[in-house]
């Protein structure tokens, strides 16, 4: 019997949290927000780190001009800072049918759980956070707020949250991309159960809209290994076709498949500088984002 959680505290992973709070995760990508935060924000201000520097226009404040500039060249150019924002955060999780498979615990679980944490983490640094199912039809959705009760609000939405049907998350993601008007941080967290090449459209619309974007690829140990030693009826959890099938025969075929799929959606990060992570649901949470805590796309303000 696979552990499905009862209290919405339960997908807040307390171990995950402890190694990661105290070390805000900072997107290297500017961002539009509307309070001051820790990210770098797309428009100029007051900070301690200097950004260019710009010829003076009439109406500019002389308090930012330099002077030895002055003295060396004659000409008048205003020092330009970084300014730093908050951002808004995205989650897209998958509801497709094929989530509930799991052996200790379903994919679906796992990536409320891993939704949960994450959210904790970004609105404790002020960011505004939100939630989207995969399911067009689905009520279960959450704009980007930042104030307290919107971690209650998502933590609730998990609770009723189910996975069912056959759900396209490339096109979620294109969905998620056009309708995020400001600069946005989207998390997506799939099996990817799809063509790559869908996929990784979906991350290159991402790019285009100037998003950021984070993917987290959960699979169950025996997708990943294909360990089945026996002739074994595989059922479709999405539209209920099954196959007899001799596991032993056809394995190298599924793991050389599985490799290129991967691949595939990598190389889609790679050109967009997007972040993958490759997540095995049977690791603990904290296990699972060791990689994330070293993604070159965040950095750590201590």
């Known amino acids: 019997m696979k552990p499905t959680m009862r209290k919405a505290g339960d997908y807040i992973d307390q171990k995950a949290i402890s190694k990661l709070v105290g070390t805000p995760q900072v997107s290297t990508q500017a961002m539009m927000g509307t309070i001051s935060g820790y990210h770098r924000s797309s428009h100029k ?41 908050n951002l808004q955060c995205h989650f897209l999780l998958d ?35 939100g939630m989207d199912l995969s399911s067009i039809n689905s009520s279960i959705t959450s704009s980007a707020k930042r104030n307290p009760a919107q971690m209650n609000t998502i933590l609730q939405a998990l609770l009723q949250a189910k996975a069912e049907g056959d759900q396209s998350i490339s ?37 285009d809209r100037k998003h950021q974007l984070l993917l987290f690829h959960l699979l169950d140990k025996q997708e990943e290994n294909f360990n089945f030693t026996r002739p074994t009826r595989f059922i479709d959890l999405e539209n209920g076709n099954s196959l007899i099938s ?50 070159p796309n965040f950095s750590r303000k201590k």
């Not at 049918?97 to 002020?126: C, D, R």
């Open 45 to 85: 201000g007051s900070s301690v780190e200097f950004a260019e520097y710009r010829e003076y226009s009439p109406g500019d404040d002389l308090k930012r001009l330099d002077w030895r500039v002055l003295g060396r060249t004659e000409r008048f150019y205003l020092k330009e800072f970084e300014a730093d924002t």
């Open 246 to 295: 001799d596991p032993q025969s056809v394995r190298d075929e599924y793991l050389d498949k599985l490799k290129s799929h991967i691949y595939t959606i990598e190389q889609g990060c790679l050109e967009t500088q997007s972040s993958y992570h490759k997540l095995s649901t049977h690791l603990t949470l904290s296990d699972g984002l060791k990689p994330f805590a070293t993604d």
């Open 171 to 207: 096109s979620s993601i294109h969905r998620l991309a056009q309708s995020s008007r400001k600069r946005s941080l989207i998390i997506v967290i799939s099996d990817f159960f799809e063509e790559a090449d869908d996929i990784k459209q979906g991350i290159h619309h991402c790019r």
């Open 95 to 129: 509801s497709s049918a094929s989530m509930n498979f799991g052996n200790q615990i379903s994919k679906f679980e796992y990536g409320k759980k891993l939704v949960g944490t994450l959210s904790y983490l970004f609105l404790q640094q002020g960011d505004a956070v």
